[in-house]
Nanobody, 126 residues
Framework: QVQLVESGGGVVQAGGSLRLSCAAS????????KGWFRQAPGKEREFVAV????????VYADSVKGRFTISRDNAKNTVYLQMNSLNREDTAVYYC???????????????????WGQGTQVTVSS
């Protein structure tokens, strides 16, 4: 059974940091790009960041650029999202996803991703 399992969410004060992890199991994700999305209550799922298999390319949403960093450890089949300078607008459920073929034009669209995790809640308090 293929699984993506997120962890590291929680409650943090504004200005604080969290590091999310997404561990994959059930298959190898060799060659897959990995992305992070988030969904706040009453809002659509939105793109946060994506990283290619080789880590040669990363892309960030404008809202998190300069504050969030995506990285991966292919030996551990894990992707990370370091989140700094958190604010209340970052409150959401965060999901990781895997895409078999990185699309330079479609990476922000949830529909193109093949596998999803169950999500982890991040709550930023003021």
């Amino acid at each position: 059974q293929v699984q993506l399992v997120e962890s590291g969410g929680g409650v943090v004060q504004a200005g604080g940091s969290l590091r999310l992890s997404c561990a994959a199991s059930g298959r190898t994700f060799a060659g897959y790009a990995k992305g992070w999305f988030r969904q706040a209550p009453g809002k659509e799922r939105e793109f946060v960041a994506v990283i290619t298999w080789s880590s040669s390319s990363t892309v960030y949403a404008d809202s998190v650029k300069g504050r969030f960093t995506i990285s991966r450890d292919n030996a551990k089949n894990t992707v990370y999202l370091q989140m700094n300078s958190l604010n209340r607008e970052d409150t959401a459920v965060y999901y990781c996803a895997a895409d078999a073929v990185f699309s330079s034009s479609g990476y922000a669209r949830p529909q193109i991703y093949d596998y999803w995790g169950q999500g982890t809640q991040v709550t930023v308090s003021s």
